[in-house]
């Protein structure tokens, strides 16, 4: 199982970058898909979490700018960040928990990360 990630890069302070991630592989079902975000000297943290019904979860810093949502049928979530600022600036990571055939447990991936640069 692959997690590409995509739509990172430099924006300026109040704009808007929507990221993308992608599963592809041997895949019967995801459970949790996740963006993570790590900041320069910081550890990585929690931005948004999304479950397979529906059901979504934000880190505070994030509530009321940032949407998580996903399609199913193309393995994908996607991460809509609006009024960005400077300390949104950081790698963004992609984590999926994926069942790979029915009955199997669950097994988390990680995507490569993707650049998001915010400048004030």
């Known amino acids: 199982v692959q997690l590409v990630e995509s739509g990172g890069g430099l924006v300026q302070s109040g704009g808007s970058l929507r990221l993308s991630c992608a599963a592809s592989?041997?895949?019967?079902?995801?459970?949790?898909m996740v963006w993570y975000r790590q900041a320069p000297g910081k550890e990585r943290e929690l931005a948004a979490r999304?479950?397979?019904?529906?059901?979504?979860n934000y880190a505070e810093s994030v509530k009321g700018r940032f949407t998580i949502s996903r399609d199913n049928a193309k393995n994908t979530v996607y991460l809509q960040m609006n009024s960005l600022k400077p300390e949104d600036t950081g790698v963004y990571y992609c984590?999926?928990?994926?069942?790979?055939?029915?009955?199997?447990?669950?097994?988390?991936?990680w995507g490569q990360g993707t650049q998001v640069t915010v400048s004030s």
């Open positions: 999304i479950i397979s019904g529906g059901t979504t």
């Open positions: 592989g041997r895949i019967f079902r995801i459970n949790t």
């Open positions: 984590n999926a928990d994926v069942a790979s055939r029915p009955g199997s447990v669950l097994v988390g991936y």
